[in-house]
């Protein structure tokens, strides 16, 4: 074997060597690009979901916020129309035992005390009524309050 063979047997490993480093770089290359491209897919696709689960909790959000409201008016609504009734229903008896105790009383100056002492009641009473009708509303609105915001508790745990 003479000495040119073997230089061209080398350049030709030589080469061999070469061009099989450059096919592997390329084939890193490219499997390195395949995997960038599906990471940006990937990537693109959980940050869809994640505005899609968003913008779901966002609608559950405002839909619980809407039920409380309403919840709440229905509250108010019941209030009125309990104080009211309690109102008349005092105003009835204070008015028949007014009427009774006028009856009974023979002189003006009993008849004065009566009607002091029931016009003292009444008004007592119609300010613990409404004392009475701001403290409910308040729990009321505070137990509508609590319950949305365990409901908005409870669904989050189970995501």
């Known amino acids: 074997m003479s000495i040119r063979s073997a230089?061209?047997?080398a350049a030709v490993l030589a080469a061999l060597f070469i061009g099989l480093q450059m096919y592997g770089s390329?084939?890193?290359?490219?499997?390195?690009d395949k995997a960038q491209a599906e990471y940006m897919i990937?990537?693109?696709h959980a940050e869809g979901r994640a505005r899609q689960i968003e913008h779901e909790l966002t609608q559950e959000m405002e839909a619980r916020d809407?039920?409380?409201l309403e919840q709440l008016e229905q509250v108010a609504i019941a209030e009125r129309r309990v104080a009211d009734e309690r109102v008349r229903k005092s105003a009835e008896e204070?008015?028949?035992?007014y009427r009774r105790d006028t009856a009974l009383a023979s002189a003006a100056a009993e008849r004065q005390a009566a009607d002091a002492a029931i016009r003292m009641f009444a008004e007592l009473l119609g300010g613990?009524?409404?004392?009475?009708?701001v403290y409910a509303a308040e729990a009321?609105?505070?137990r509508v309050a609590g319950?949305?915001?365990?409901?908005?508790y409870a669904n989050a745990q189970g995501r």
């Open 7 to 9: 230089v061209m047997g």
């Open 26 to 32: 390329a084939q890193h290359k490219k499997g390195y």
């Open 42 to 44: 990937a990537v693109a």
């Open 66 to 68: 809407r039920e409380t």
């Open 94 to 97: 204070y008015a028949a035992r």
């Open 128 to 133: 613990l009524d409404e004392a009475a009708e």
């Open 140 to 142: 009321d609105r505070r």
């Open 147 to 152: 319950l949305a915001c365990e409901s908005d």
